[in-house]
């Protein structure tokens, strides 16, 4: 199952004004990087790249819309922040947004080594289930824990990011007065 949410921002603003006031919240970088940092607890997490910055999101402002991340990761580490993808359309009364809050495409890269670990307890719970029931059973938790718990934990961080992307966008003054619908879908009409 993707990590993916969508939506759509209406605003007033006109095709020059939209990307001078996203631009003026926007720390310019050319690319999202990923990398590994030591967190608080002392756990080794995969996290954005966020650059030292005042200003609330850092990416690229370009004609046809925009990428960013918020920068207030920069200290709340997780591999599951979300990159705010915004495709400009013109609007009725102004310019429309489809926007689409994704993961890093790196995010789940440890999801595989997940699989394999699961995949070998089970084996091995298989091989012991004879001899030693517990010690099966018990070993079939972990490795029903090594394959859903990864994915579940992805979702909730993933969700509770888009919620806070969501809250940060609506306090740009671009964006202040926008009207939101959920779900966009490709092919829909903006009008």
């Not at 095709?15 to 990087?33: A, I, K, N, R, T």
């Not at 926007?99 to 089970?122: E, F, Y």
């Amino acid at each position: 199952m993707a990590l993916l949410s969508s939506f759509r921002l209406e605003t007033d603003a006109s095709d020059e004004e939209w990307m001078d006031l996203l631009s003026q919240s926007v720390h310019p970088v050319d690319s999202f990087g990923y990398v590994a940092k030591l967190s608080g607890g002392g756990v080794v997490v995969r996290t954005l790249a966020a650059p030292q910055t005042d200003k609330p999101f850092y990416g690229k402002v370009h004609s046809e819309g925009f990428s960013i991340a918020e920068s207030r990761f920069q200290h709340q580490l997780t591999p599951f922040q979300p990159l705010i993808h915004g495709v400009k359309r013109q609007g009725v009364k102004g310019v429309v947004f489809e926007v689409t809050l994704k993961p890093h495409s790196k995010a789940r890269i440890m999801s595989g080594l997940h699989a394999l670990g699961g995949g070998m307890l089970l084996i091995g719970g298989i091989i012991v289930f004879p001899h030693r029931l517990e010690i099966a059973v018990l070993t079939f938790c972990i490795a029903l824990m090594f394959f859903f718990f990864p994915g579940f934990r992805a979702r909730i961080s993933f969700n509770a990011g888009c919620e806070q992307a969501l809250l940060a966008l609506k306090s740009l003054s671009l964006f202040s007065d926008a009207i939101l619908s959920e779900g966009v879908q490709e092919g829909d009409d903006i009008v």
